[in-house]
């Protein structure tokens, strides 16, 4: 079905893509201290959190969530950022909430939230 759109919007990859991500992808970060912005989120009373909840969703419990860096490098090398999904061979497919959810080891609860 999505090959059919693809085709129909003239947006499709054709058997001779070829692509323009680099080989090699290098993946460079900066992280904020981490255990800064744990002591604030923690030091903050429910009233404050819950504002914070109410503007933002959920993001602050990322803090608490593990990376797993060879995760984010894989992920990093089928990225597809003109399509904003991952591309294997002539492919692309967008994990859901459940595969997300499974990645980051956290349970999002509210499905209509963007997270």
């Given at each position: 079905?999505?090959?059919?759109?693809?085709?129909?919007?003239?947006?499709?990859?054709?058997?001779?893509?070829?692509?323009?991500?680099?080989?090699?992808?290098?993946?460079?970060?900066?992280?904020?201290?981490?255990?800064?912005?744990?002591?604030?989120?923690?030091?903050?009373?429910?009233?404050?959190?819950?504002?914070?909840?109410?503007?933002?969703?959920?993001?602050?419990?990322?803090?608490?969530?593990?990376?797993?860096?060879?995760?984010?490098?894989?992920?990093?090398?089928?990225?597809?950022?003109?399509?904003?999904?991952?591309?294997?061979?002539?492919?692309?497919?967008?994990?859901?909430?459940?595969?997300c959810s499974t990645f980051l080891h956290y349970d999002f609860k509210d499905p209509?939230?963007?997270?």
């Amino acid at each position: 079905m999505l090959k059919d759109t693809q085709s129909r919007e003239d947006d499709c990859q054709i058997a001779s893509f070829d692509s323009s991500l680099p080989q090699i992808v290098r993946l460079d970060y900066s992280r904020n201290s981490e255990d800064e912005l744990k002591g604030i989120w923690k030091s903050w009373d429910e009233v404050k959190k819950m504002r914070f909840r109410d503007k933002h969703g959920n993001v602050a419990q990322l803090l608490f969530v593990k990376s797993d860096n060879t995760l984010l490098k894989a992920m990093v090398h089928f990225w597809h950022p003109t399509y904003k999904c991952f591309t294997f061979n002539e492919v692309d497919m967008v994990p859901t909430i459940e595969e997300c959810s499974t990645f980051l080891h956290y349970d999002f609860k509210d499905p209509l939230r963007t997270y």
